[in-house]
């Protein structure tokens, strides 16, 4: 969050899932293209999440992060969202989420389109792992500063909030699981059974989501509101 807004820049994420996750998403499940022409995706990602969250602007990965009040981080979304709780304020029952776009073989994203598995790194051919553990990291060396710096602000976060954060993250989780085991299996079967779009019509709103597929389940989440 900054100053002249309120809208809260995306979460940080460890650049090489994020660019293996994108590079599957579009290559395999859109294009069906084989593996080793996807890895081409890799070789023109350059640290994507610098620049979406204006880094150049501030000038480095640290002063970045250090220009928002907070930066959440993908892989330790419950941590972020009850950090962004205690700053701003709001109840435990407002930040309750469904997950959405799950990559797990049988869901489909709004556009008809099966999100494939995402095999472990290790998993994947030499070409990809090599790359990704090797020269991808210097090509993207400013999104890993950032993503390292997203959580060092949150680790400081957390111990600045002490007790309040384990309070409130007991209340969350607890919270979140019966909301998610209340409200989650509808829109998984309407995940499980989009049906794919013929080409050319575009996309398809689901019921219950605030757009296209993000933000679902909003109604029924809204009766755990306290």
Do not use: M
Request: aromatic share 8%; hydrophobic share 40%.
């Amino acid at each position: 969050l900054t100053a002249q807004t309120c809208r809260p820049p995306p979460p940080a994420r460890r650049p090489a899932r994020l660019a293996v996750s994108s590079a599957i998403c579009y290559a395999i499940c859109e294009i069906k293209i084989s593996t080793h022409p996807w890895l081409r995706r890799l070789y023109r990602t350059a640290n994507v999440q610098y620049r979406t969250i204006g880094g150049p602007l501030f000038g480095s990965p640290a002063t970045a992060v250090a220009g928002y009040d907070f930066v959440g981080v993908a892989e330790r979304f419950d941590d972020s969202l009850v950090v962004l709780q205690l700053l701003l304020g709001v109840p435990a029952s407002d930040a309750l989420y469904l997950p959405s776009k799950v990559a797990d073989g049988r869901t489909h994203d709004f556009r008809g389109v099966l999100l494939a598995v995402h095999p472990p790194l290790a998993d994947e051919e030499p070409a990809v792992w090599q790359y990704v553990r090797g020269a991808y990291r210097q090509h993207n060396r400013l999104d890993v500063e950032l993503h390292a710096n997203a959580s060092q602000q949150l680790d400081r976060h957390i111990r600045e909030l002490g007790q309040a954060f384990e309070r409130r993250s007991r209340e969350f989780r607890a919270l979140l699981r019966v909301a998610q085991r209340e409200c989650g299996p509808q829109v998984r079967a309407q995940a499980a059974g989009a049906p794919p779009l013929p080409p050319g019509r575009g996309t398809q709103r689901w019921a219950g989501c605030l757009y296209h597929d993000a933000g679902c389940g909003s109604d029924c989440l809204d009766r755990f509101r306290l």
